[in-house]
C-alpha cells in the first residue's frame, strides 16, 4: 500500500492511495502519519484490516478523492526526532567523497558512519528547496531510500530486522558541502532549513523483498546524475536496524536514511553543485520520484 500525507481544502490529513494512484481514501480521526504509525505499533492488525477497506473502497466509484485535488505533504512532515542517517555506504561514492576531501571523508575504521540530520519541516514532492546564497555555497544532492520504523526497536537480531520496518520512502539527503566541510561533523551542513525533501508516500514494507533490491537514481534538470541499485549497500538494512538498537530504541516513527551512491555534485571535476532555478528528481524502484526545485 501507499499512504500519503496531504491537504485538501485546508485540512491535513492522511490516507491510503488506490491501485491505480488517481484516489486517495482519507483515514477517519487520525492527525497525522505519526499517529498512524504509533496506531500500528500498538496493533498489528490494522495494516491488513487497511487493505481489506481499501478493496472494498476501490469497488465504489462515488468515494475517494482526487489525487489531483490535493496537494501532496511529506509522508512525515515533522519527524518526531532527527534523522538517522548512513554515510559512505555505497562503494563508489567512498571513492567519489574522498576525491572531493579526503581529510573529511577518510573512512579507516570497518564500521557504519552514523550522523543525525535536524528536520524543522521535511520538503514534499513538488516543494521548494529555499537557500540563501550568502550562507550555502556548495549544494549538493543526495537520492536515499529511507525505512520507517514501524514499532519500539531495542536488541534486534538481524534475521527479524524487518519485522519492524513500517514502510519505505524516498529522501534527499540535501548537504552544503562548505559547511559539512568546514567542521568536524556533518550535522550542521545536511540540517539547514529545507533539507529533507522527503516523499511522495510511504509504501508499506510487505510490498518489497527482503531486503529490497531496488533500481535508485537522481537526476538534476533530467541529466541522470545517480544510477545504483539497493543490493550495493556496503551496510544493508537489516545490519543498521540490529546495530543501531543494540546500543538505543529506535523508536516507532524513526526515519533512518540508508546511504547515497555514486554520482552526487561533488563526485564531479569541477563539481556540480546545485543553484537555483535547478530541478532535482529522485527516484526509487517500486516508491515513485521526489521533484523539487532549488529557489
Known amino acids: 500500500m501507499k499512504l500519503a500525507s496531504f491537504r485538501y481544502n485546508g485540512t491535513d490529513s492522511v490516507g491510503v492511495l488506490s491501485s491505480d494512484e488517481t484516489k486517495i481514501y482519507p483515514?477517519?480521526?487520525?492527525?497525522?502519519?505519526?499517529?498512524?504509525?504509533d496506531e500500528c505499533a500498538g496493533n498489528s492488525k490494522i495494516l491488513a484490516e487497511t487493505r481489506e477497506k481499501l478493496v472494498k473502497l476501490e469497488a465504489d466509484r462515488n468515494v475517494g478523492i482526487p489525487l489531483s485535488n490535493v496537494q501532496l505533504l511529506a509522508p512525515i512532515p515533522v519527524p518526531k526526532q532527527d534523522v538517522i542517517c548512513l554515510g559512505i555506504n555505497y562503494a563508489l561514492h567512498a571513492q567519489e567523497s574522498a576525491k572531493f576531501s579526503a581529510d573529511n571523508f577518510k573512512i579507516e575504521k570497518s564500521y557504519p558512519?552514523?550522523?543525525?540530520?535536524?528536520?524543522?519541516?521535511?520538503?514534499?514532492?513538488?516543494?521548494?528547496?529555499?537557500?540563501?546564497?550568502?550562507?550555502?555555497?556548495?549544494?549538493d544532492y543526495e537520492v536515499e531510500l529511507a525505512a520507517i520504523i514501524g514499532?519500539?526497536?531495542?536488541n534486534v537480531a538481524p534475521e527479524d530486522a524487518?519485522?519492524?520496518v513500517f514502510g519505505y520512502t524516498i529522501l534527499n539527503d540535501v548537504t552544503d558541502r562548505t559547511a559539512q566541510t568546514n567542521h568536524t561533523?556533518?550535522?550542521?551542513g545536511k540540517s539547514f532549513d529545507d533539507f529533507t525533501p522527503m516523499g511522495p508516500y510511504i509504501v508499506t514494507e510487505d510490498c518489497f523483498e527482503r531486503p529490497p533490491i531496488l533500481k535508485i537514481q537522481a537526476?538534476?534538470?533530467d541529466e541522470i546524475r545517480q544510477d545504483a541499485t539497493t543490493d550495493q549497500l556496503i551496510y544493508d538494512l537489516s545490519y543498521i536496524i540490529s546495530d543501531l538498537s543494540a546500543g538505543m530504541t529506535l523508536k516507532a516513527g524513526t526515519v533512518i536514511a540508508t546511504g547515497t551512491p555514486a554520482g552526487?555534485?561533488?563526485?564531479?571535476?569541477?563539481?556540480?553543485?546545485?543553484k537555483k532555478g535547478d530541478k532535482i528528481v529522485c527516484t526509487v524502484e517500486g516508491i515513485g520520484s521526489l521533484e523539487n526545485t532549488i529557489g
Open 219 to 221: 537526476s538534476v534538470n
Open 162 to 164: 524487518y519485522d519492524y
Open 113 to 139: 558512519v552514523y550522523f543525525s540530520k535536524r528536520v524543522n519541516e521535511a520538503v514534499p514532492h513538488g516543494g521548494v528547496i529555499h537557500i540563501d546564497e550568502n550562507v550555502v555555497t556548495a549544494l
Open 185 to 188: 561533523q556533518w550535522y550542521f
Open 264 to 274: 552526487v555534485g561533488m563526485g564531479f571535476k569541477p563539481p556540480k553543485f546545485l
Open 27 to 37: 483515514f477517519k480521526d487520525i492527525k497525522d502519519m505519526n499517529e498512524f504509525i
Open 151 to 154: 514499532k519500539d526497536a531495542k
